[in-house]
């Protein structure tokens, strides 16, 4: 807007005079004209992020951390691959990738009934066969009255629902079906099981395990790594950060709140096959918006910008319109 003409000047402000002589009118104008549009640049807050890439498979108990530090905590997710997603923390939260990776197996035939003092390993647990009721310590299994009792002796040893032993610590067992045959299966999903060793030193021949060790594990792929940790975040953040599913096998992590205050919060991962990118350890990218008022206007070389709402350095108020060529 134009300024006044210092004819115009002299003619308002001489026109408030016998109203009050302190009061210039034309000069009050003049400064409201002044001020409606001042020359800047402003800008819109930008929220702060990083990006998680999951280059390959993932595995159990590997985590991604979130720590904003004005807020009391952390969020620790943790990739689990087990039925009972069992924690190595209480306060981690599970990223649930159980059906995502295949647990190992290996099946123990025994179709004659063990003879005492024949062993069998499974991982670094040795099960020794003793006569009927003298199994009293743990890594005993009865002999059993006949070849049912003892099956149901071996699967109640493993399981430790015997009252004797201590439940495997890495593997569980199926009953014994109509073949003679009992599957062991690994806890935990993923190919660390294929190294849970399952030998034996039975009588009789046919008493035996079909592989030395576990078989048929496969780990979590990235992708569906991905998946189930956008979901726990989204589920559970207390950090004040959002996440999406990206390009690729990627995750976004974005703070809710726009701004530089985004940029130091901290985030770190225990994950052989991901990184942040540069290897950051915080979020980074966060930019103040331009405080200003409801109408305020500023204009550049460029643009003429207005706020169209009242704006902090959290908000995105500011809207542009190019000012073109001249003519």
């Avoid at 590997?62 to 004005?70: F, L, W």
């Avoid at 015997?162 to 890495?170: G, I, Y």
Wanted: charged share 15%.
């Amino acid at each position: 807007m134009e300024h006044l003409t210092a004819a115009e000047l002299k003619v308002i402000n001489n026109s408030t005079r016998e109203l009050d002589s302190a009061v210039s009118l034309g000069t009050i104008i003049q400064n409201i004209i002044d001020n409606l549009t001042s020359e800047g640049t402003p800008v819109n807050a930008v929220n702060a992020g990083k990006i998680l890439t999951i280059a390959d498979v993932v595995i159990d108990g590997e985590t991604v951390t979130i720590n904003n530090p004005v807020i009391a905590g952390a969020n620790v997710y943790e990739f689990l691959t087990d039925v009972a997603q069992s924690k190595s923390a209480t306060t981690n939260i599970a990223v649930n990738i159980e059906a995502s990776a295949t647990k190992a197996s290996r099946t123990l035939t025994v179709d004659t009934q063990p003879t005492s003092g024949n062993t069998m390993t499974v991982g670094t647990k040795v099960y020794t066969f003793v006569p009927v009721g003298t199994a009293n310590a743990d890594g005993e299994i009865s002999i059993g009255a006949d070849l049912a009792t003892a099956k149901l002796a071996i699967v109640a040893a493993i399981n430790g629902t015997d009252s004797v032993n201590d439940p495997h610590p890495l593997v569980s067992a199926g009953a014994f079906g109509a073949n003679d045959a009992c599957i062991l299966t690994a806890l935990l999903g993923g190919s660390a099981g294929t190294a849970i060793a399952t030998t034996e030193t039975f009588t009789a021949e046919t008493n035996i395990f079909a592989g030395a060790t576990l078989a048929g594990g496969a780990d979590c792929s990235a992708q569906n790594a991905v998946t189930a940790l956008v979901a726990a975040i989204t589920a559970s953040d207390t950090q004040g950060v959002g996440a999406v599913d990206g390009d690729g096998d990627t995750v976004e992590l974005t703070a809710d709140t726009a701004g530089t205050a985004g940029n130091d919060i901290v985030i770190g991962k225990v994950m052989a096959n991901a990184t942040f990118a540069g290897g950051a350890t915080k979020l980074s990218g966060g930019v103040d918006g331009t405080v200003g008022l409801l109408g305020d206007t500023e204009v550049d070389a460029s643009y003429l910008y207005v706020c169209t709402a009242d704006n902090t350095v959290s908000d995105k108020n500011w809207r542009r319109i190019s000012v073109g060529a001249a003519y």
